[in-house]
């Protein structure tokens, strides 16, 4: 059963979004930086990236999610609160650990909970588009893609400034409060009990038979190579600014606080581009957009003063947001009452495998052959995205 979209959905999806990605932000973003502060190679910091694969891997989960309801309790709902629960109890584990000493354990134990938030991010997406109705979906992507730089900003930014400020434990003993707090937000929701989307038996086939067009093709060429340019700007954006000798403090404010402002405001108007430009029109001038910034990063080991780098910084999140709000539109678009946690899920898990792939390697390559090396690498990886994306409408033709 859909809802419309008022204030109280609103704020329930915008509040579960942003503590979703509360602590997903500081594993992603400050914990590198912590990393690299303490003399992690770049080399071990690639690996450590590779701790979002669980992005990738939840599409193996997301039919038993779709499979399983609880009653009258609630379906994806319920997956929710258990995922949430878990993620809470593991932070508060990670939280009696000293970084300096127990480090091993705590990579180990954040592999655990990215394994738990790869739950909460099925459920979540499957449940928003239950209750979502089409027209919708722009809007939803766009509060999706703010609502997730909010958290970025909360915890990659003012986490990274509270563990420079005070320690780690506290650190993560804050991110395990914020967590907790956002199982009241959905314990008290009634999700509506009429489900369309339960499946009577958990079927893998569905990631060989929804491929099975030459347009669904073009689109999972797209999935894959659309990112490559922008995650490598991100990937080698903060080890950058390390290696220049700027602080911690001033990585969270410039990257984190001010970086992810802009690209809250630019989530806000993605949905207004979209409709009055266009998907496609959108969709390539961020792909151009891509390469421009990524080429803005040199001038940085020759000019990195303040206002530079926050020029910099803030024209990257002004491109990359309302391209990620497009995709993930598109996703939904692309998707089916059928199986929406799997469909959802292995389409955002292709993506996010790019993502992770090209940032991985951005890292691995600036290692081996400096920065300047891959940052005109993955410049030129970013013309084939620009082509790719003119292939837009005849990807969506497929869906009518």
Not at 27 to 37: G, M, Q, S, T, V
Not at 184 to 211: G, S
Request: with cysteine; net charge positive; hydrophobic share 55%.
């Amino acid at each position: 059963m859909k809802e419309k979209l008022n204030k109280r959905i609103i704020f329930l999806i915008t509040s579960l979004y942003i503590t979703y990605f509360i602590s997903i932000g500081f594993f992603i973003e400050a914990f590198i930086a912590i990393l690299r502060k303490n003399g992690a190679s770049l080399e071990f910091i690639s690996l450590v990236y590779m701790i979002g694969l669980f992005g990738v891997f939840k599409l193996l989960w997301a039919p038993i999610i779709d499979r399983f309801n609880f009653g009258q309790f609630g379906h994806y709902k319920i997956w929710i609160i258990i995922s949430q629960f878990l993620m809470t109890i593991v932070l508060f584990f990670i939280s009696t650990l000293n970084i300096s000493t127990n480090l091993n354990i705590i990579v180990i134990l954040v592999f655990i909970f990215t394994f738990c938030s790869s739950f909460l991010n099925v459920s979540l997406d499957a449940f928003v588009y239950k209750i979502s109705f089409q027209k919708d979906y722009s809007t939803i992507s766009a509060i999706k893609g703010a609502s997730g730089l909010i958290g970025m900003v909360l915890g990659g930014g003012l986490g990274l400034i509270i563990y420079n400020k005070i320690d780690w434990q506290y650190t993560i003993l804050f991110l395990g409060i914020i967590t907790s707090l956002s199982l009241l937000l959905i314990f008290f929701y009634k999700e509506p009990l009429k489900n369309d989307y339960l499946k009577k038996m958990i079927d893998y086939k569905q990631f060989f038979t929804f491929w099975n067009t030459k347009r669904k093709m073009v689109w999972l060429l797209l999935l894959l190579v659309y990112s490559s340019t922008i995650s490598a700007t991100f990937g080698i954006l903060t080890p950058i600014l390390v290696d220049l000798n700027w602080s911690l403090d001033d990585i969270g404010v410039i990257v984190y606080m001010i970086g992810y402002s802009f690209g809250i405001v630019s989530s806000f108007g993605a949905s207004y581009l979209i409709q009055k430009f266009g998907k496609k029109t959108i969709l390539i001038s961020a792909s151009f957009g891509q390469i421009i910034v990524i080429l803005l990063l040199l001038i940085l080991f020759s000019h990195n003063n303040i206002f530079i780098v926050i020029f910099i910084v803030s024209l990257i999140f002004i491109i990359q947001i309302p391209a990620f709000v497009l995709i993930n539109t598109l996703i939904m678009d692309l998707s089916s009452n059928d199986s929406p946690a799997f469909q959802i899920a292995m389409q955002s898990g292709i993506f996010v495998l790019s993502t992770i792939i090209f940032s991985s390697l951005a890292i691995f390559i600036a290692g081996k052959y400096g920065y300047d090396n891959a940052i005109y690498l993955f410049a030129i990886l970013g013309i084939f995205s620009v082509y790719l994306s003119t292939k837009i409408d005849y990807v969506l033709d497929n869906k009518k």
